[in-house]
């Protein structure tokens, strides 16, 4: 019985996942990678940083090219997303690259209007609500100053949570990073 309402529960939650309203893709430009105190990095030691942060929240690492990382996450073997990090010594920057059943659908800012849906009003207007709950769930985050609406579409809002996951984790690692005695 147990297992039984554990795999209802669980089921659940995967429906609930799936069916939240998109919302606008975020990128997240020019984050600093100095603080306010400790010693400046170098460009190989903020992307050993970036690399540790991905890999204690699962994300796998891939370098693409000096300066540039591919990020990718999976969630339960069937949610995946792929973000590019580029940095240097003094910045870093995620930007939306691809995912895979994340409800991504490409529109530009005038195509999103949270208030039709198939060419209907919607009601109550969903969209709306999501991207209201996106803007609470994330207000006084010190990332939040560097998000940056994507022009390229609308994605579930559990991107925007794991890119954020991400990115707090290599605030977290550039801080060590900085305080360590190399």
């Known amino acids: 019985m147990f297992r039984s309402l554990l795999l209802t529960g669980l089921g659940l939650a995967a ?3 799936h069916a939240r309203e998109p ?3 975020m990128n997240f430009e ?7 105190s400790g010693r400046q990095l170098g460009a190989e030691e903020v992307r050993q940083a970036i690399e540790a942060a991905g890999a204690a929240k699962s994300w796998q690492m891939t370098l693409r090219a000096p300066g540039m990382l591919e990020a990718t996450y999976w969630k339960a073997e069937k949610h995946v997303v792929s973000v590019v990090i580029a940095y240097d010594a003094t910045k870093y920057s995620v930007r939306y690259l691809r ?3 994340m409800n991504y659908a490409q529109a530009s800012r005038a195509d999103f209007d949270p208030k039709v849906r198939d060419g209907r009003e919607a009601a109550p207007p969903q969209r709306d609500i999501e991207v209201q709950r ?3 769930a994330f207000a006084g985050r010190p990332e939040s100053v560097y998000a940056r609406p994507a022009p390229i579409g609308v994605i579930h809002p559990a991107y925007e949570q794991w890119v954020r996951q991400l990115i707090v984790g290599v605030q977290g690692q550039l801080a ?3 305080t360590a005695d190399r």
């Open 15 to 17: 429906t609930a996942l």
């Open 99 to 101: 995912s895979v059943n």
């Open 30 to 36: 020019d984050i600093p990678v100095a603080g306010s």
């Open 176 to 178: 060590l990073a900085r």
């Open 134 to 136: 996106q803007r609470e």
């Open 23 to 25: 919302v606008p893709v």
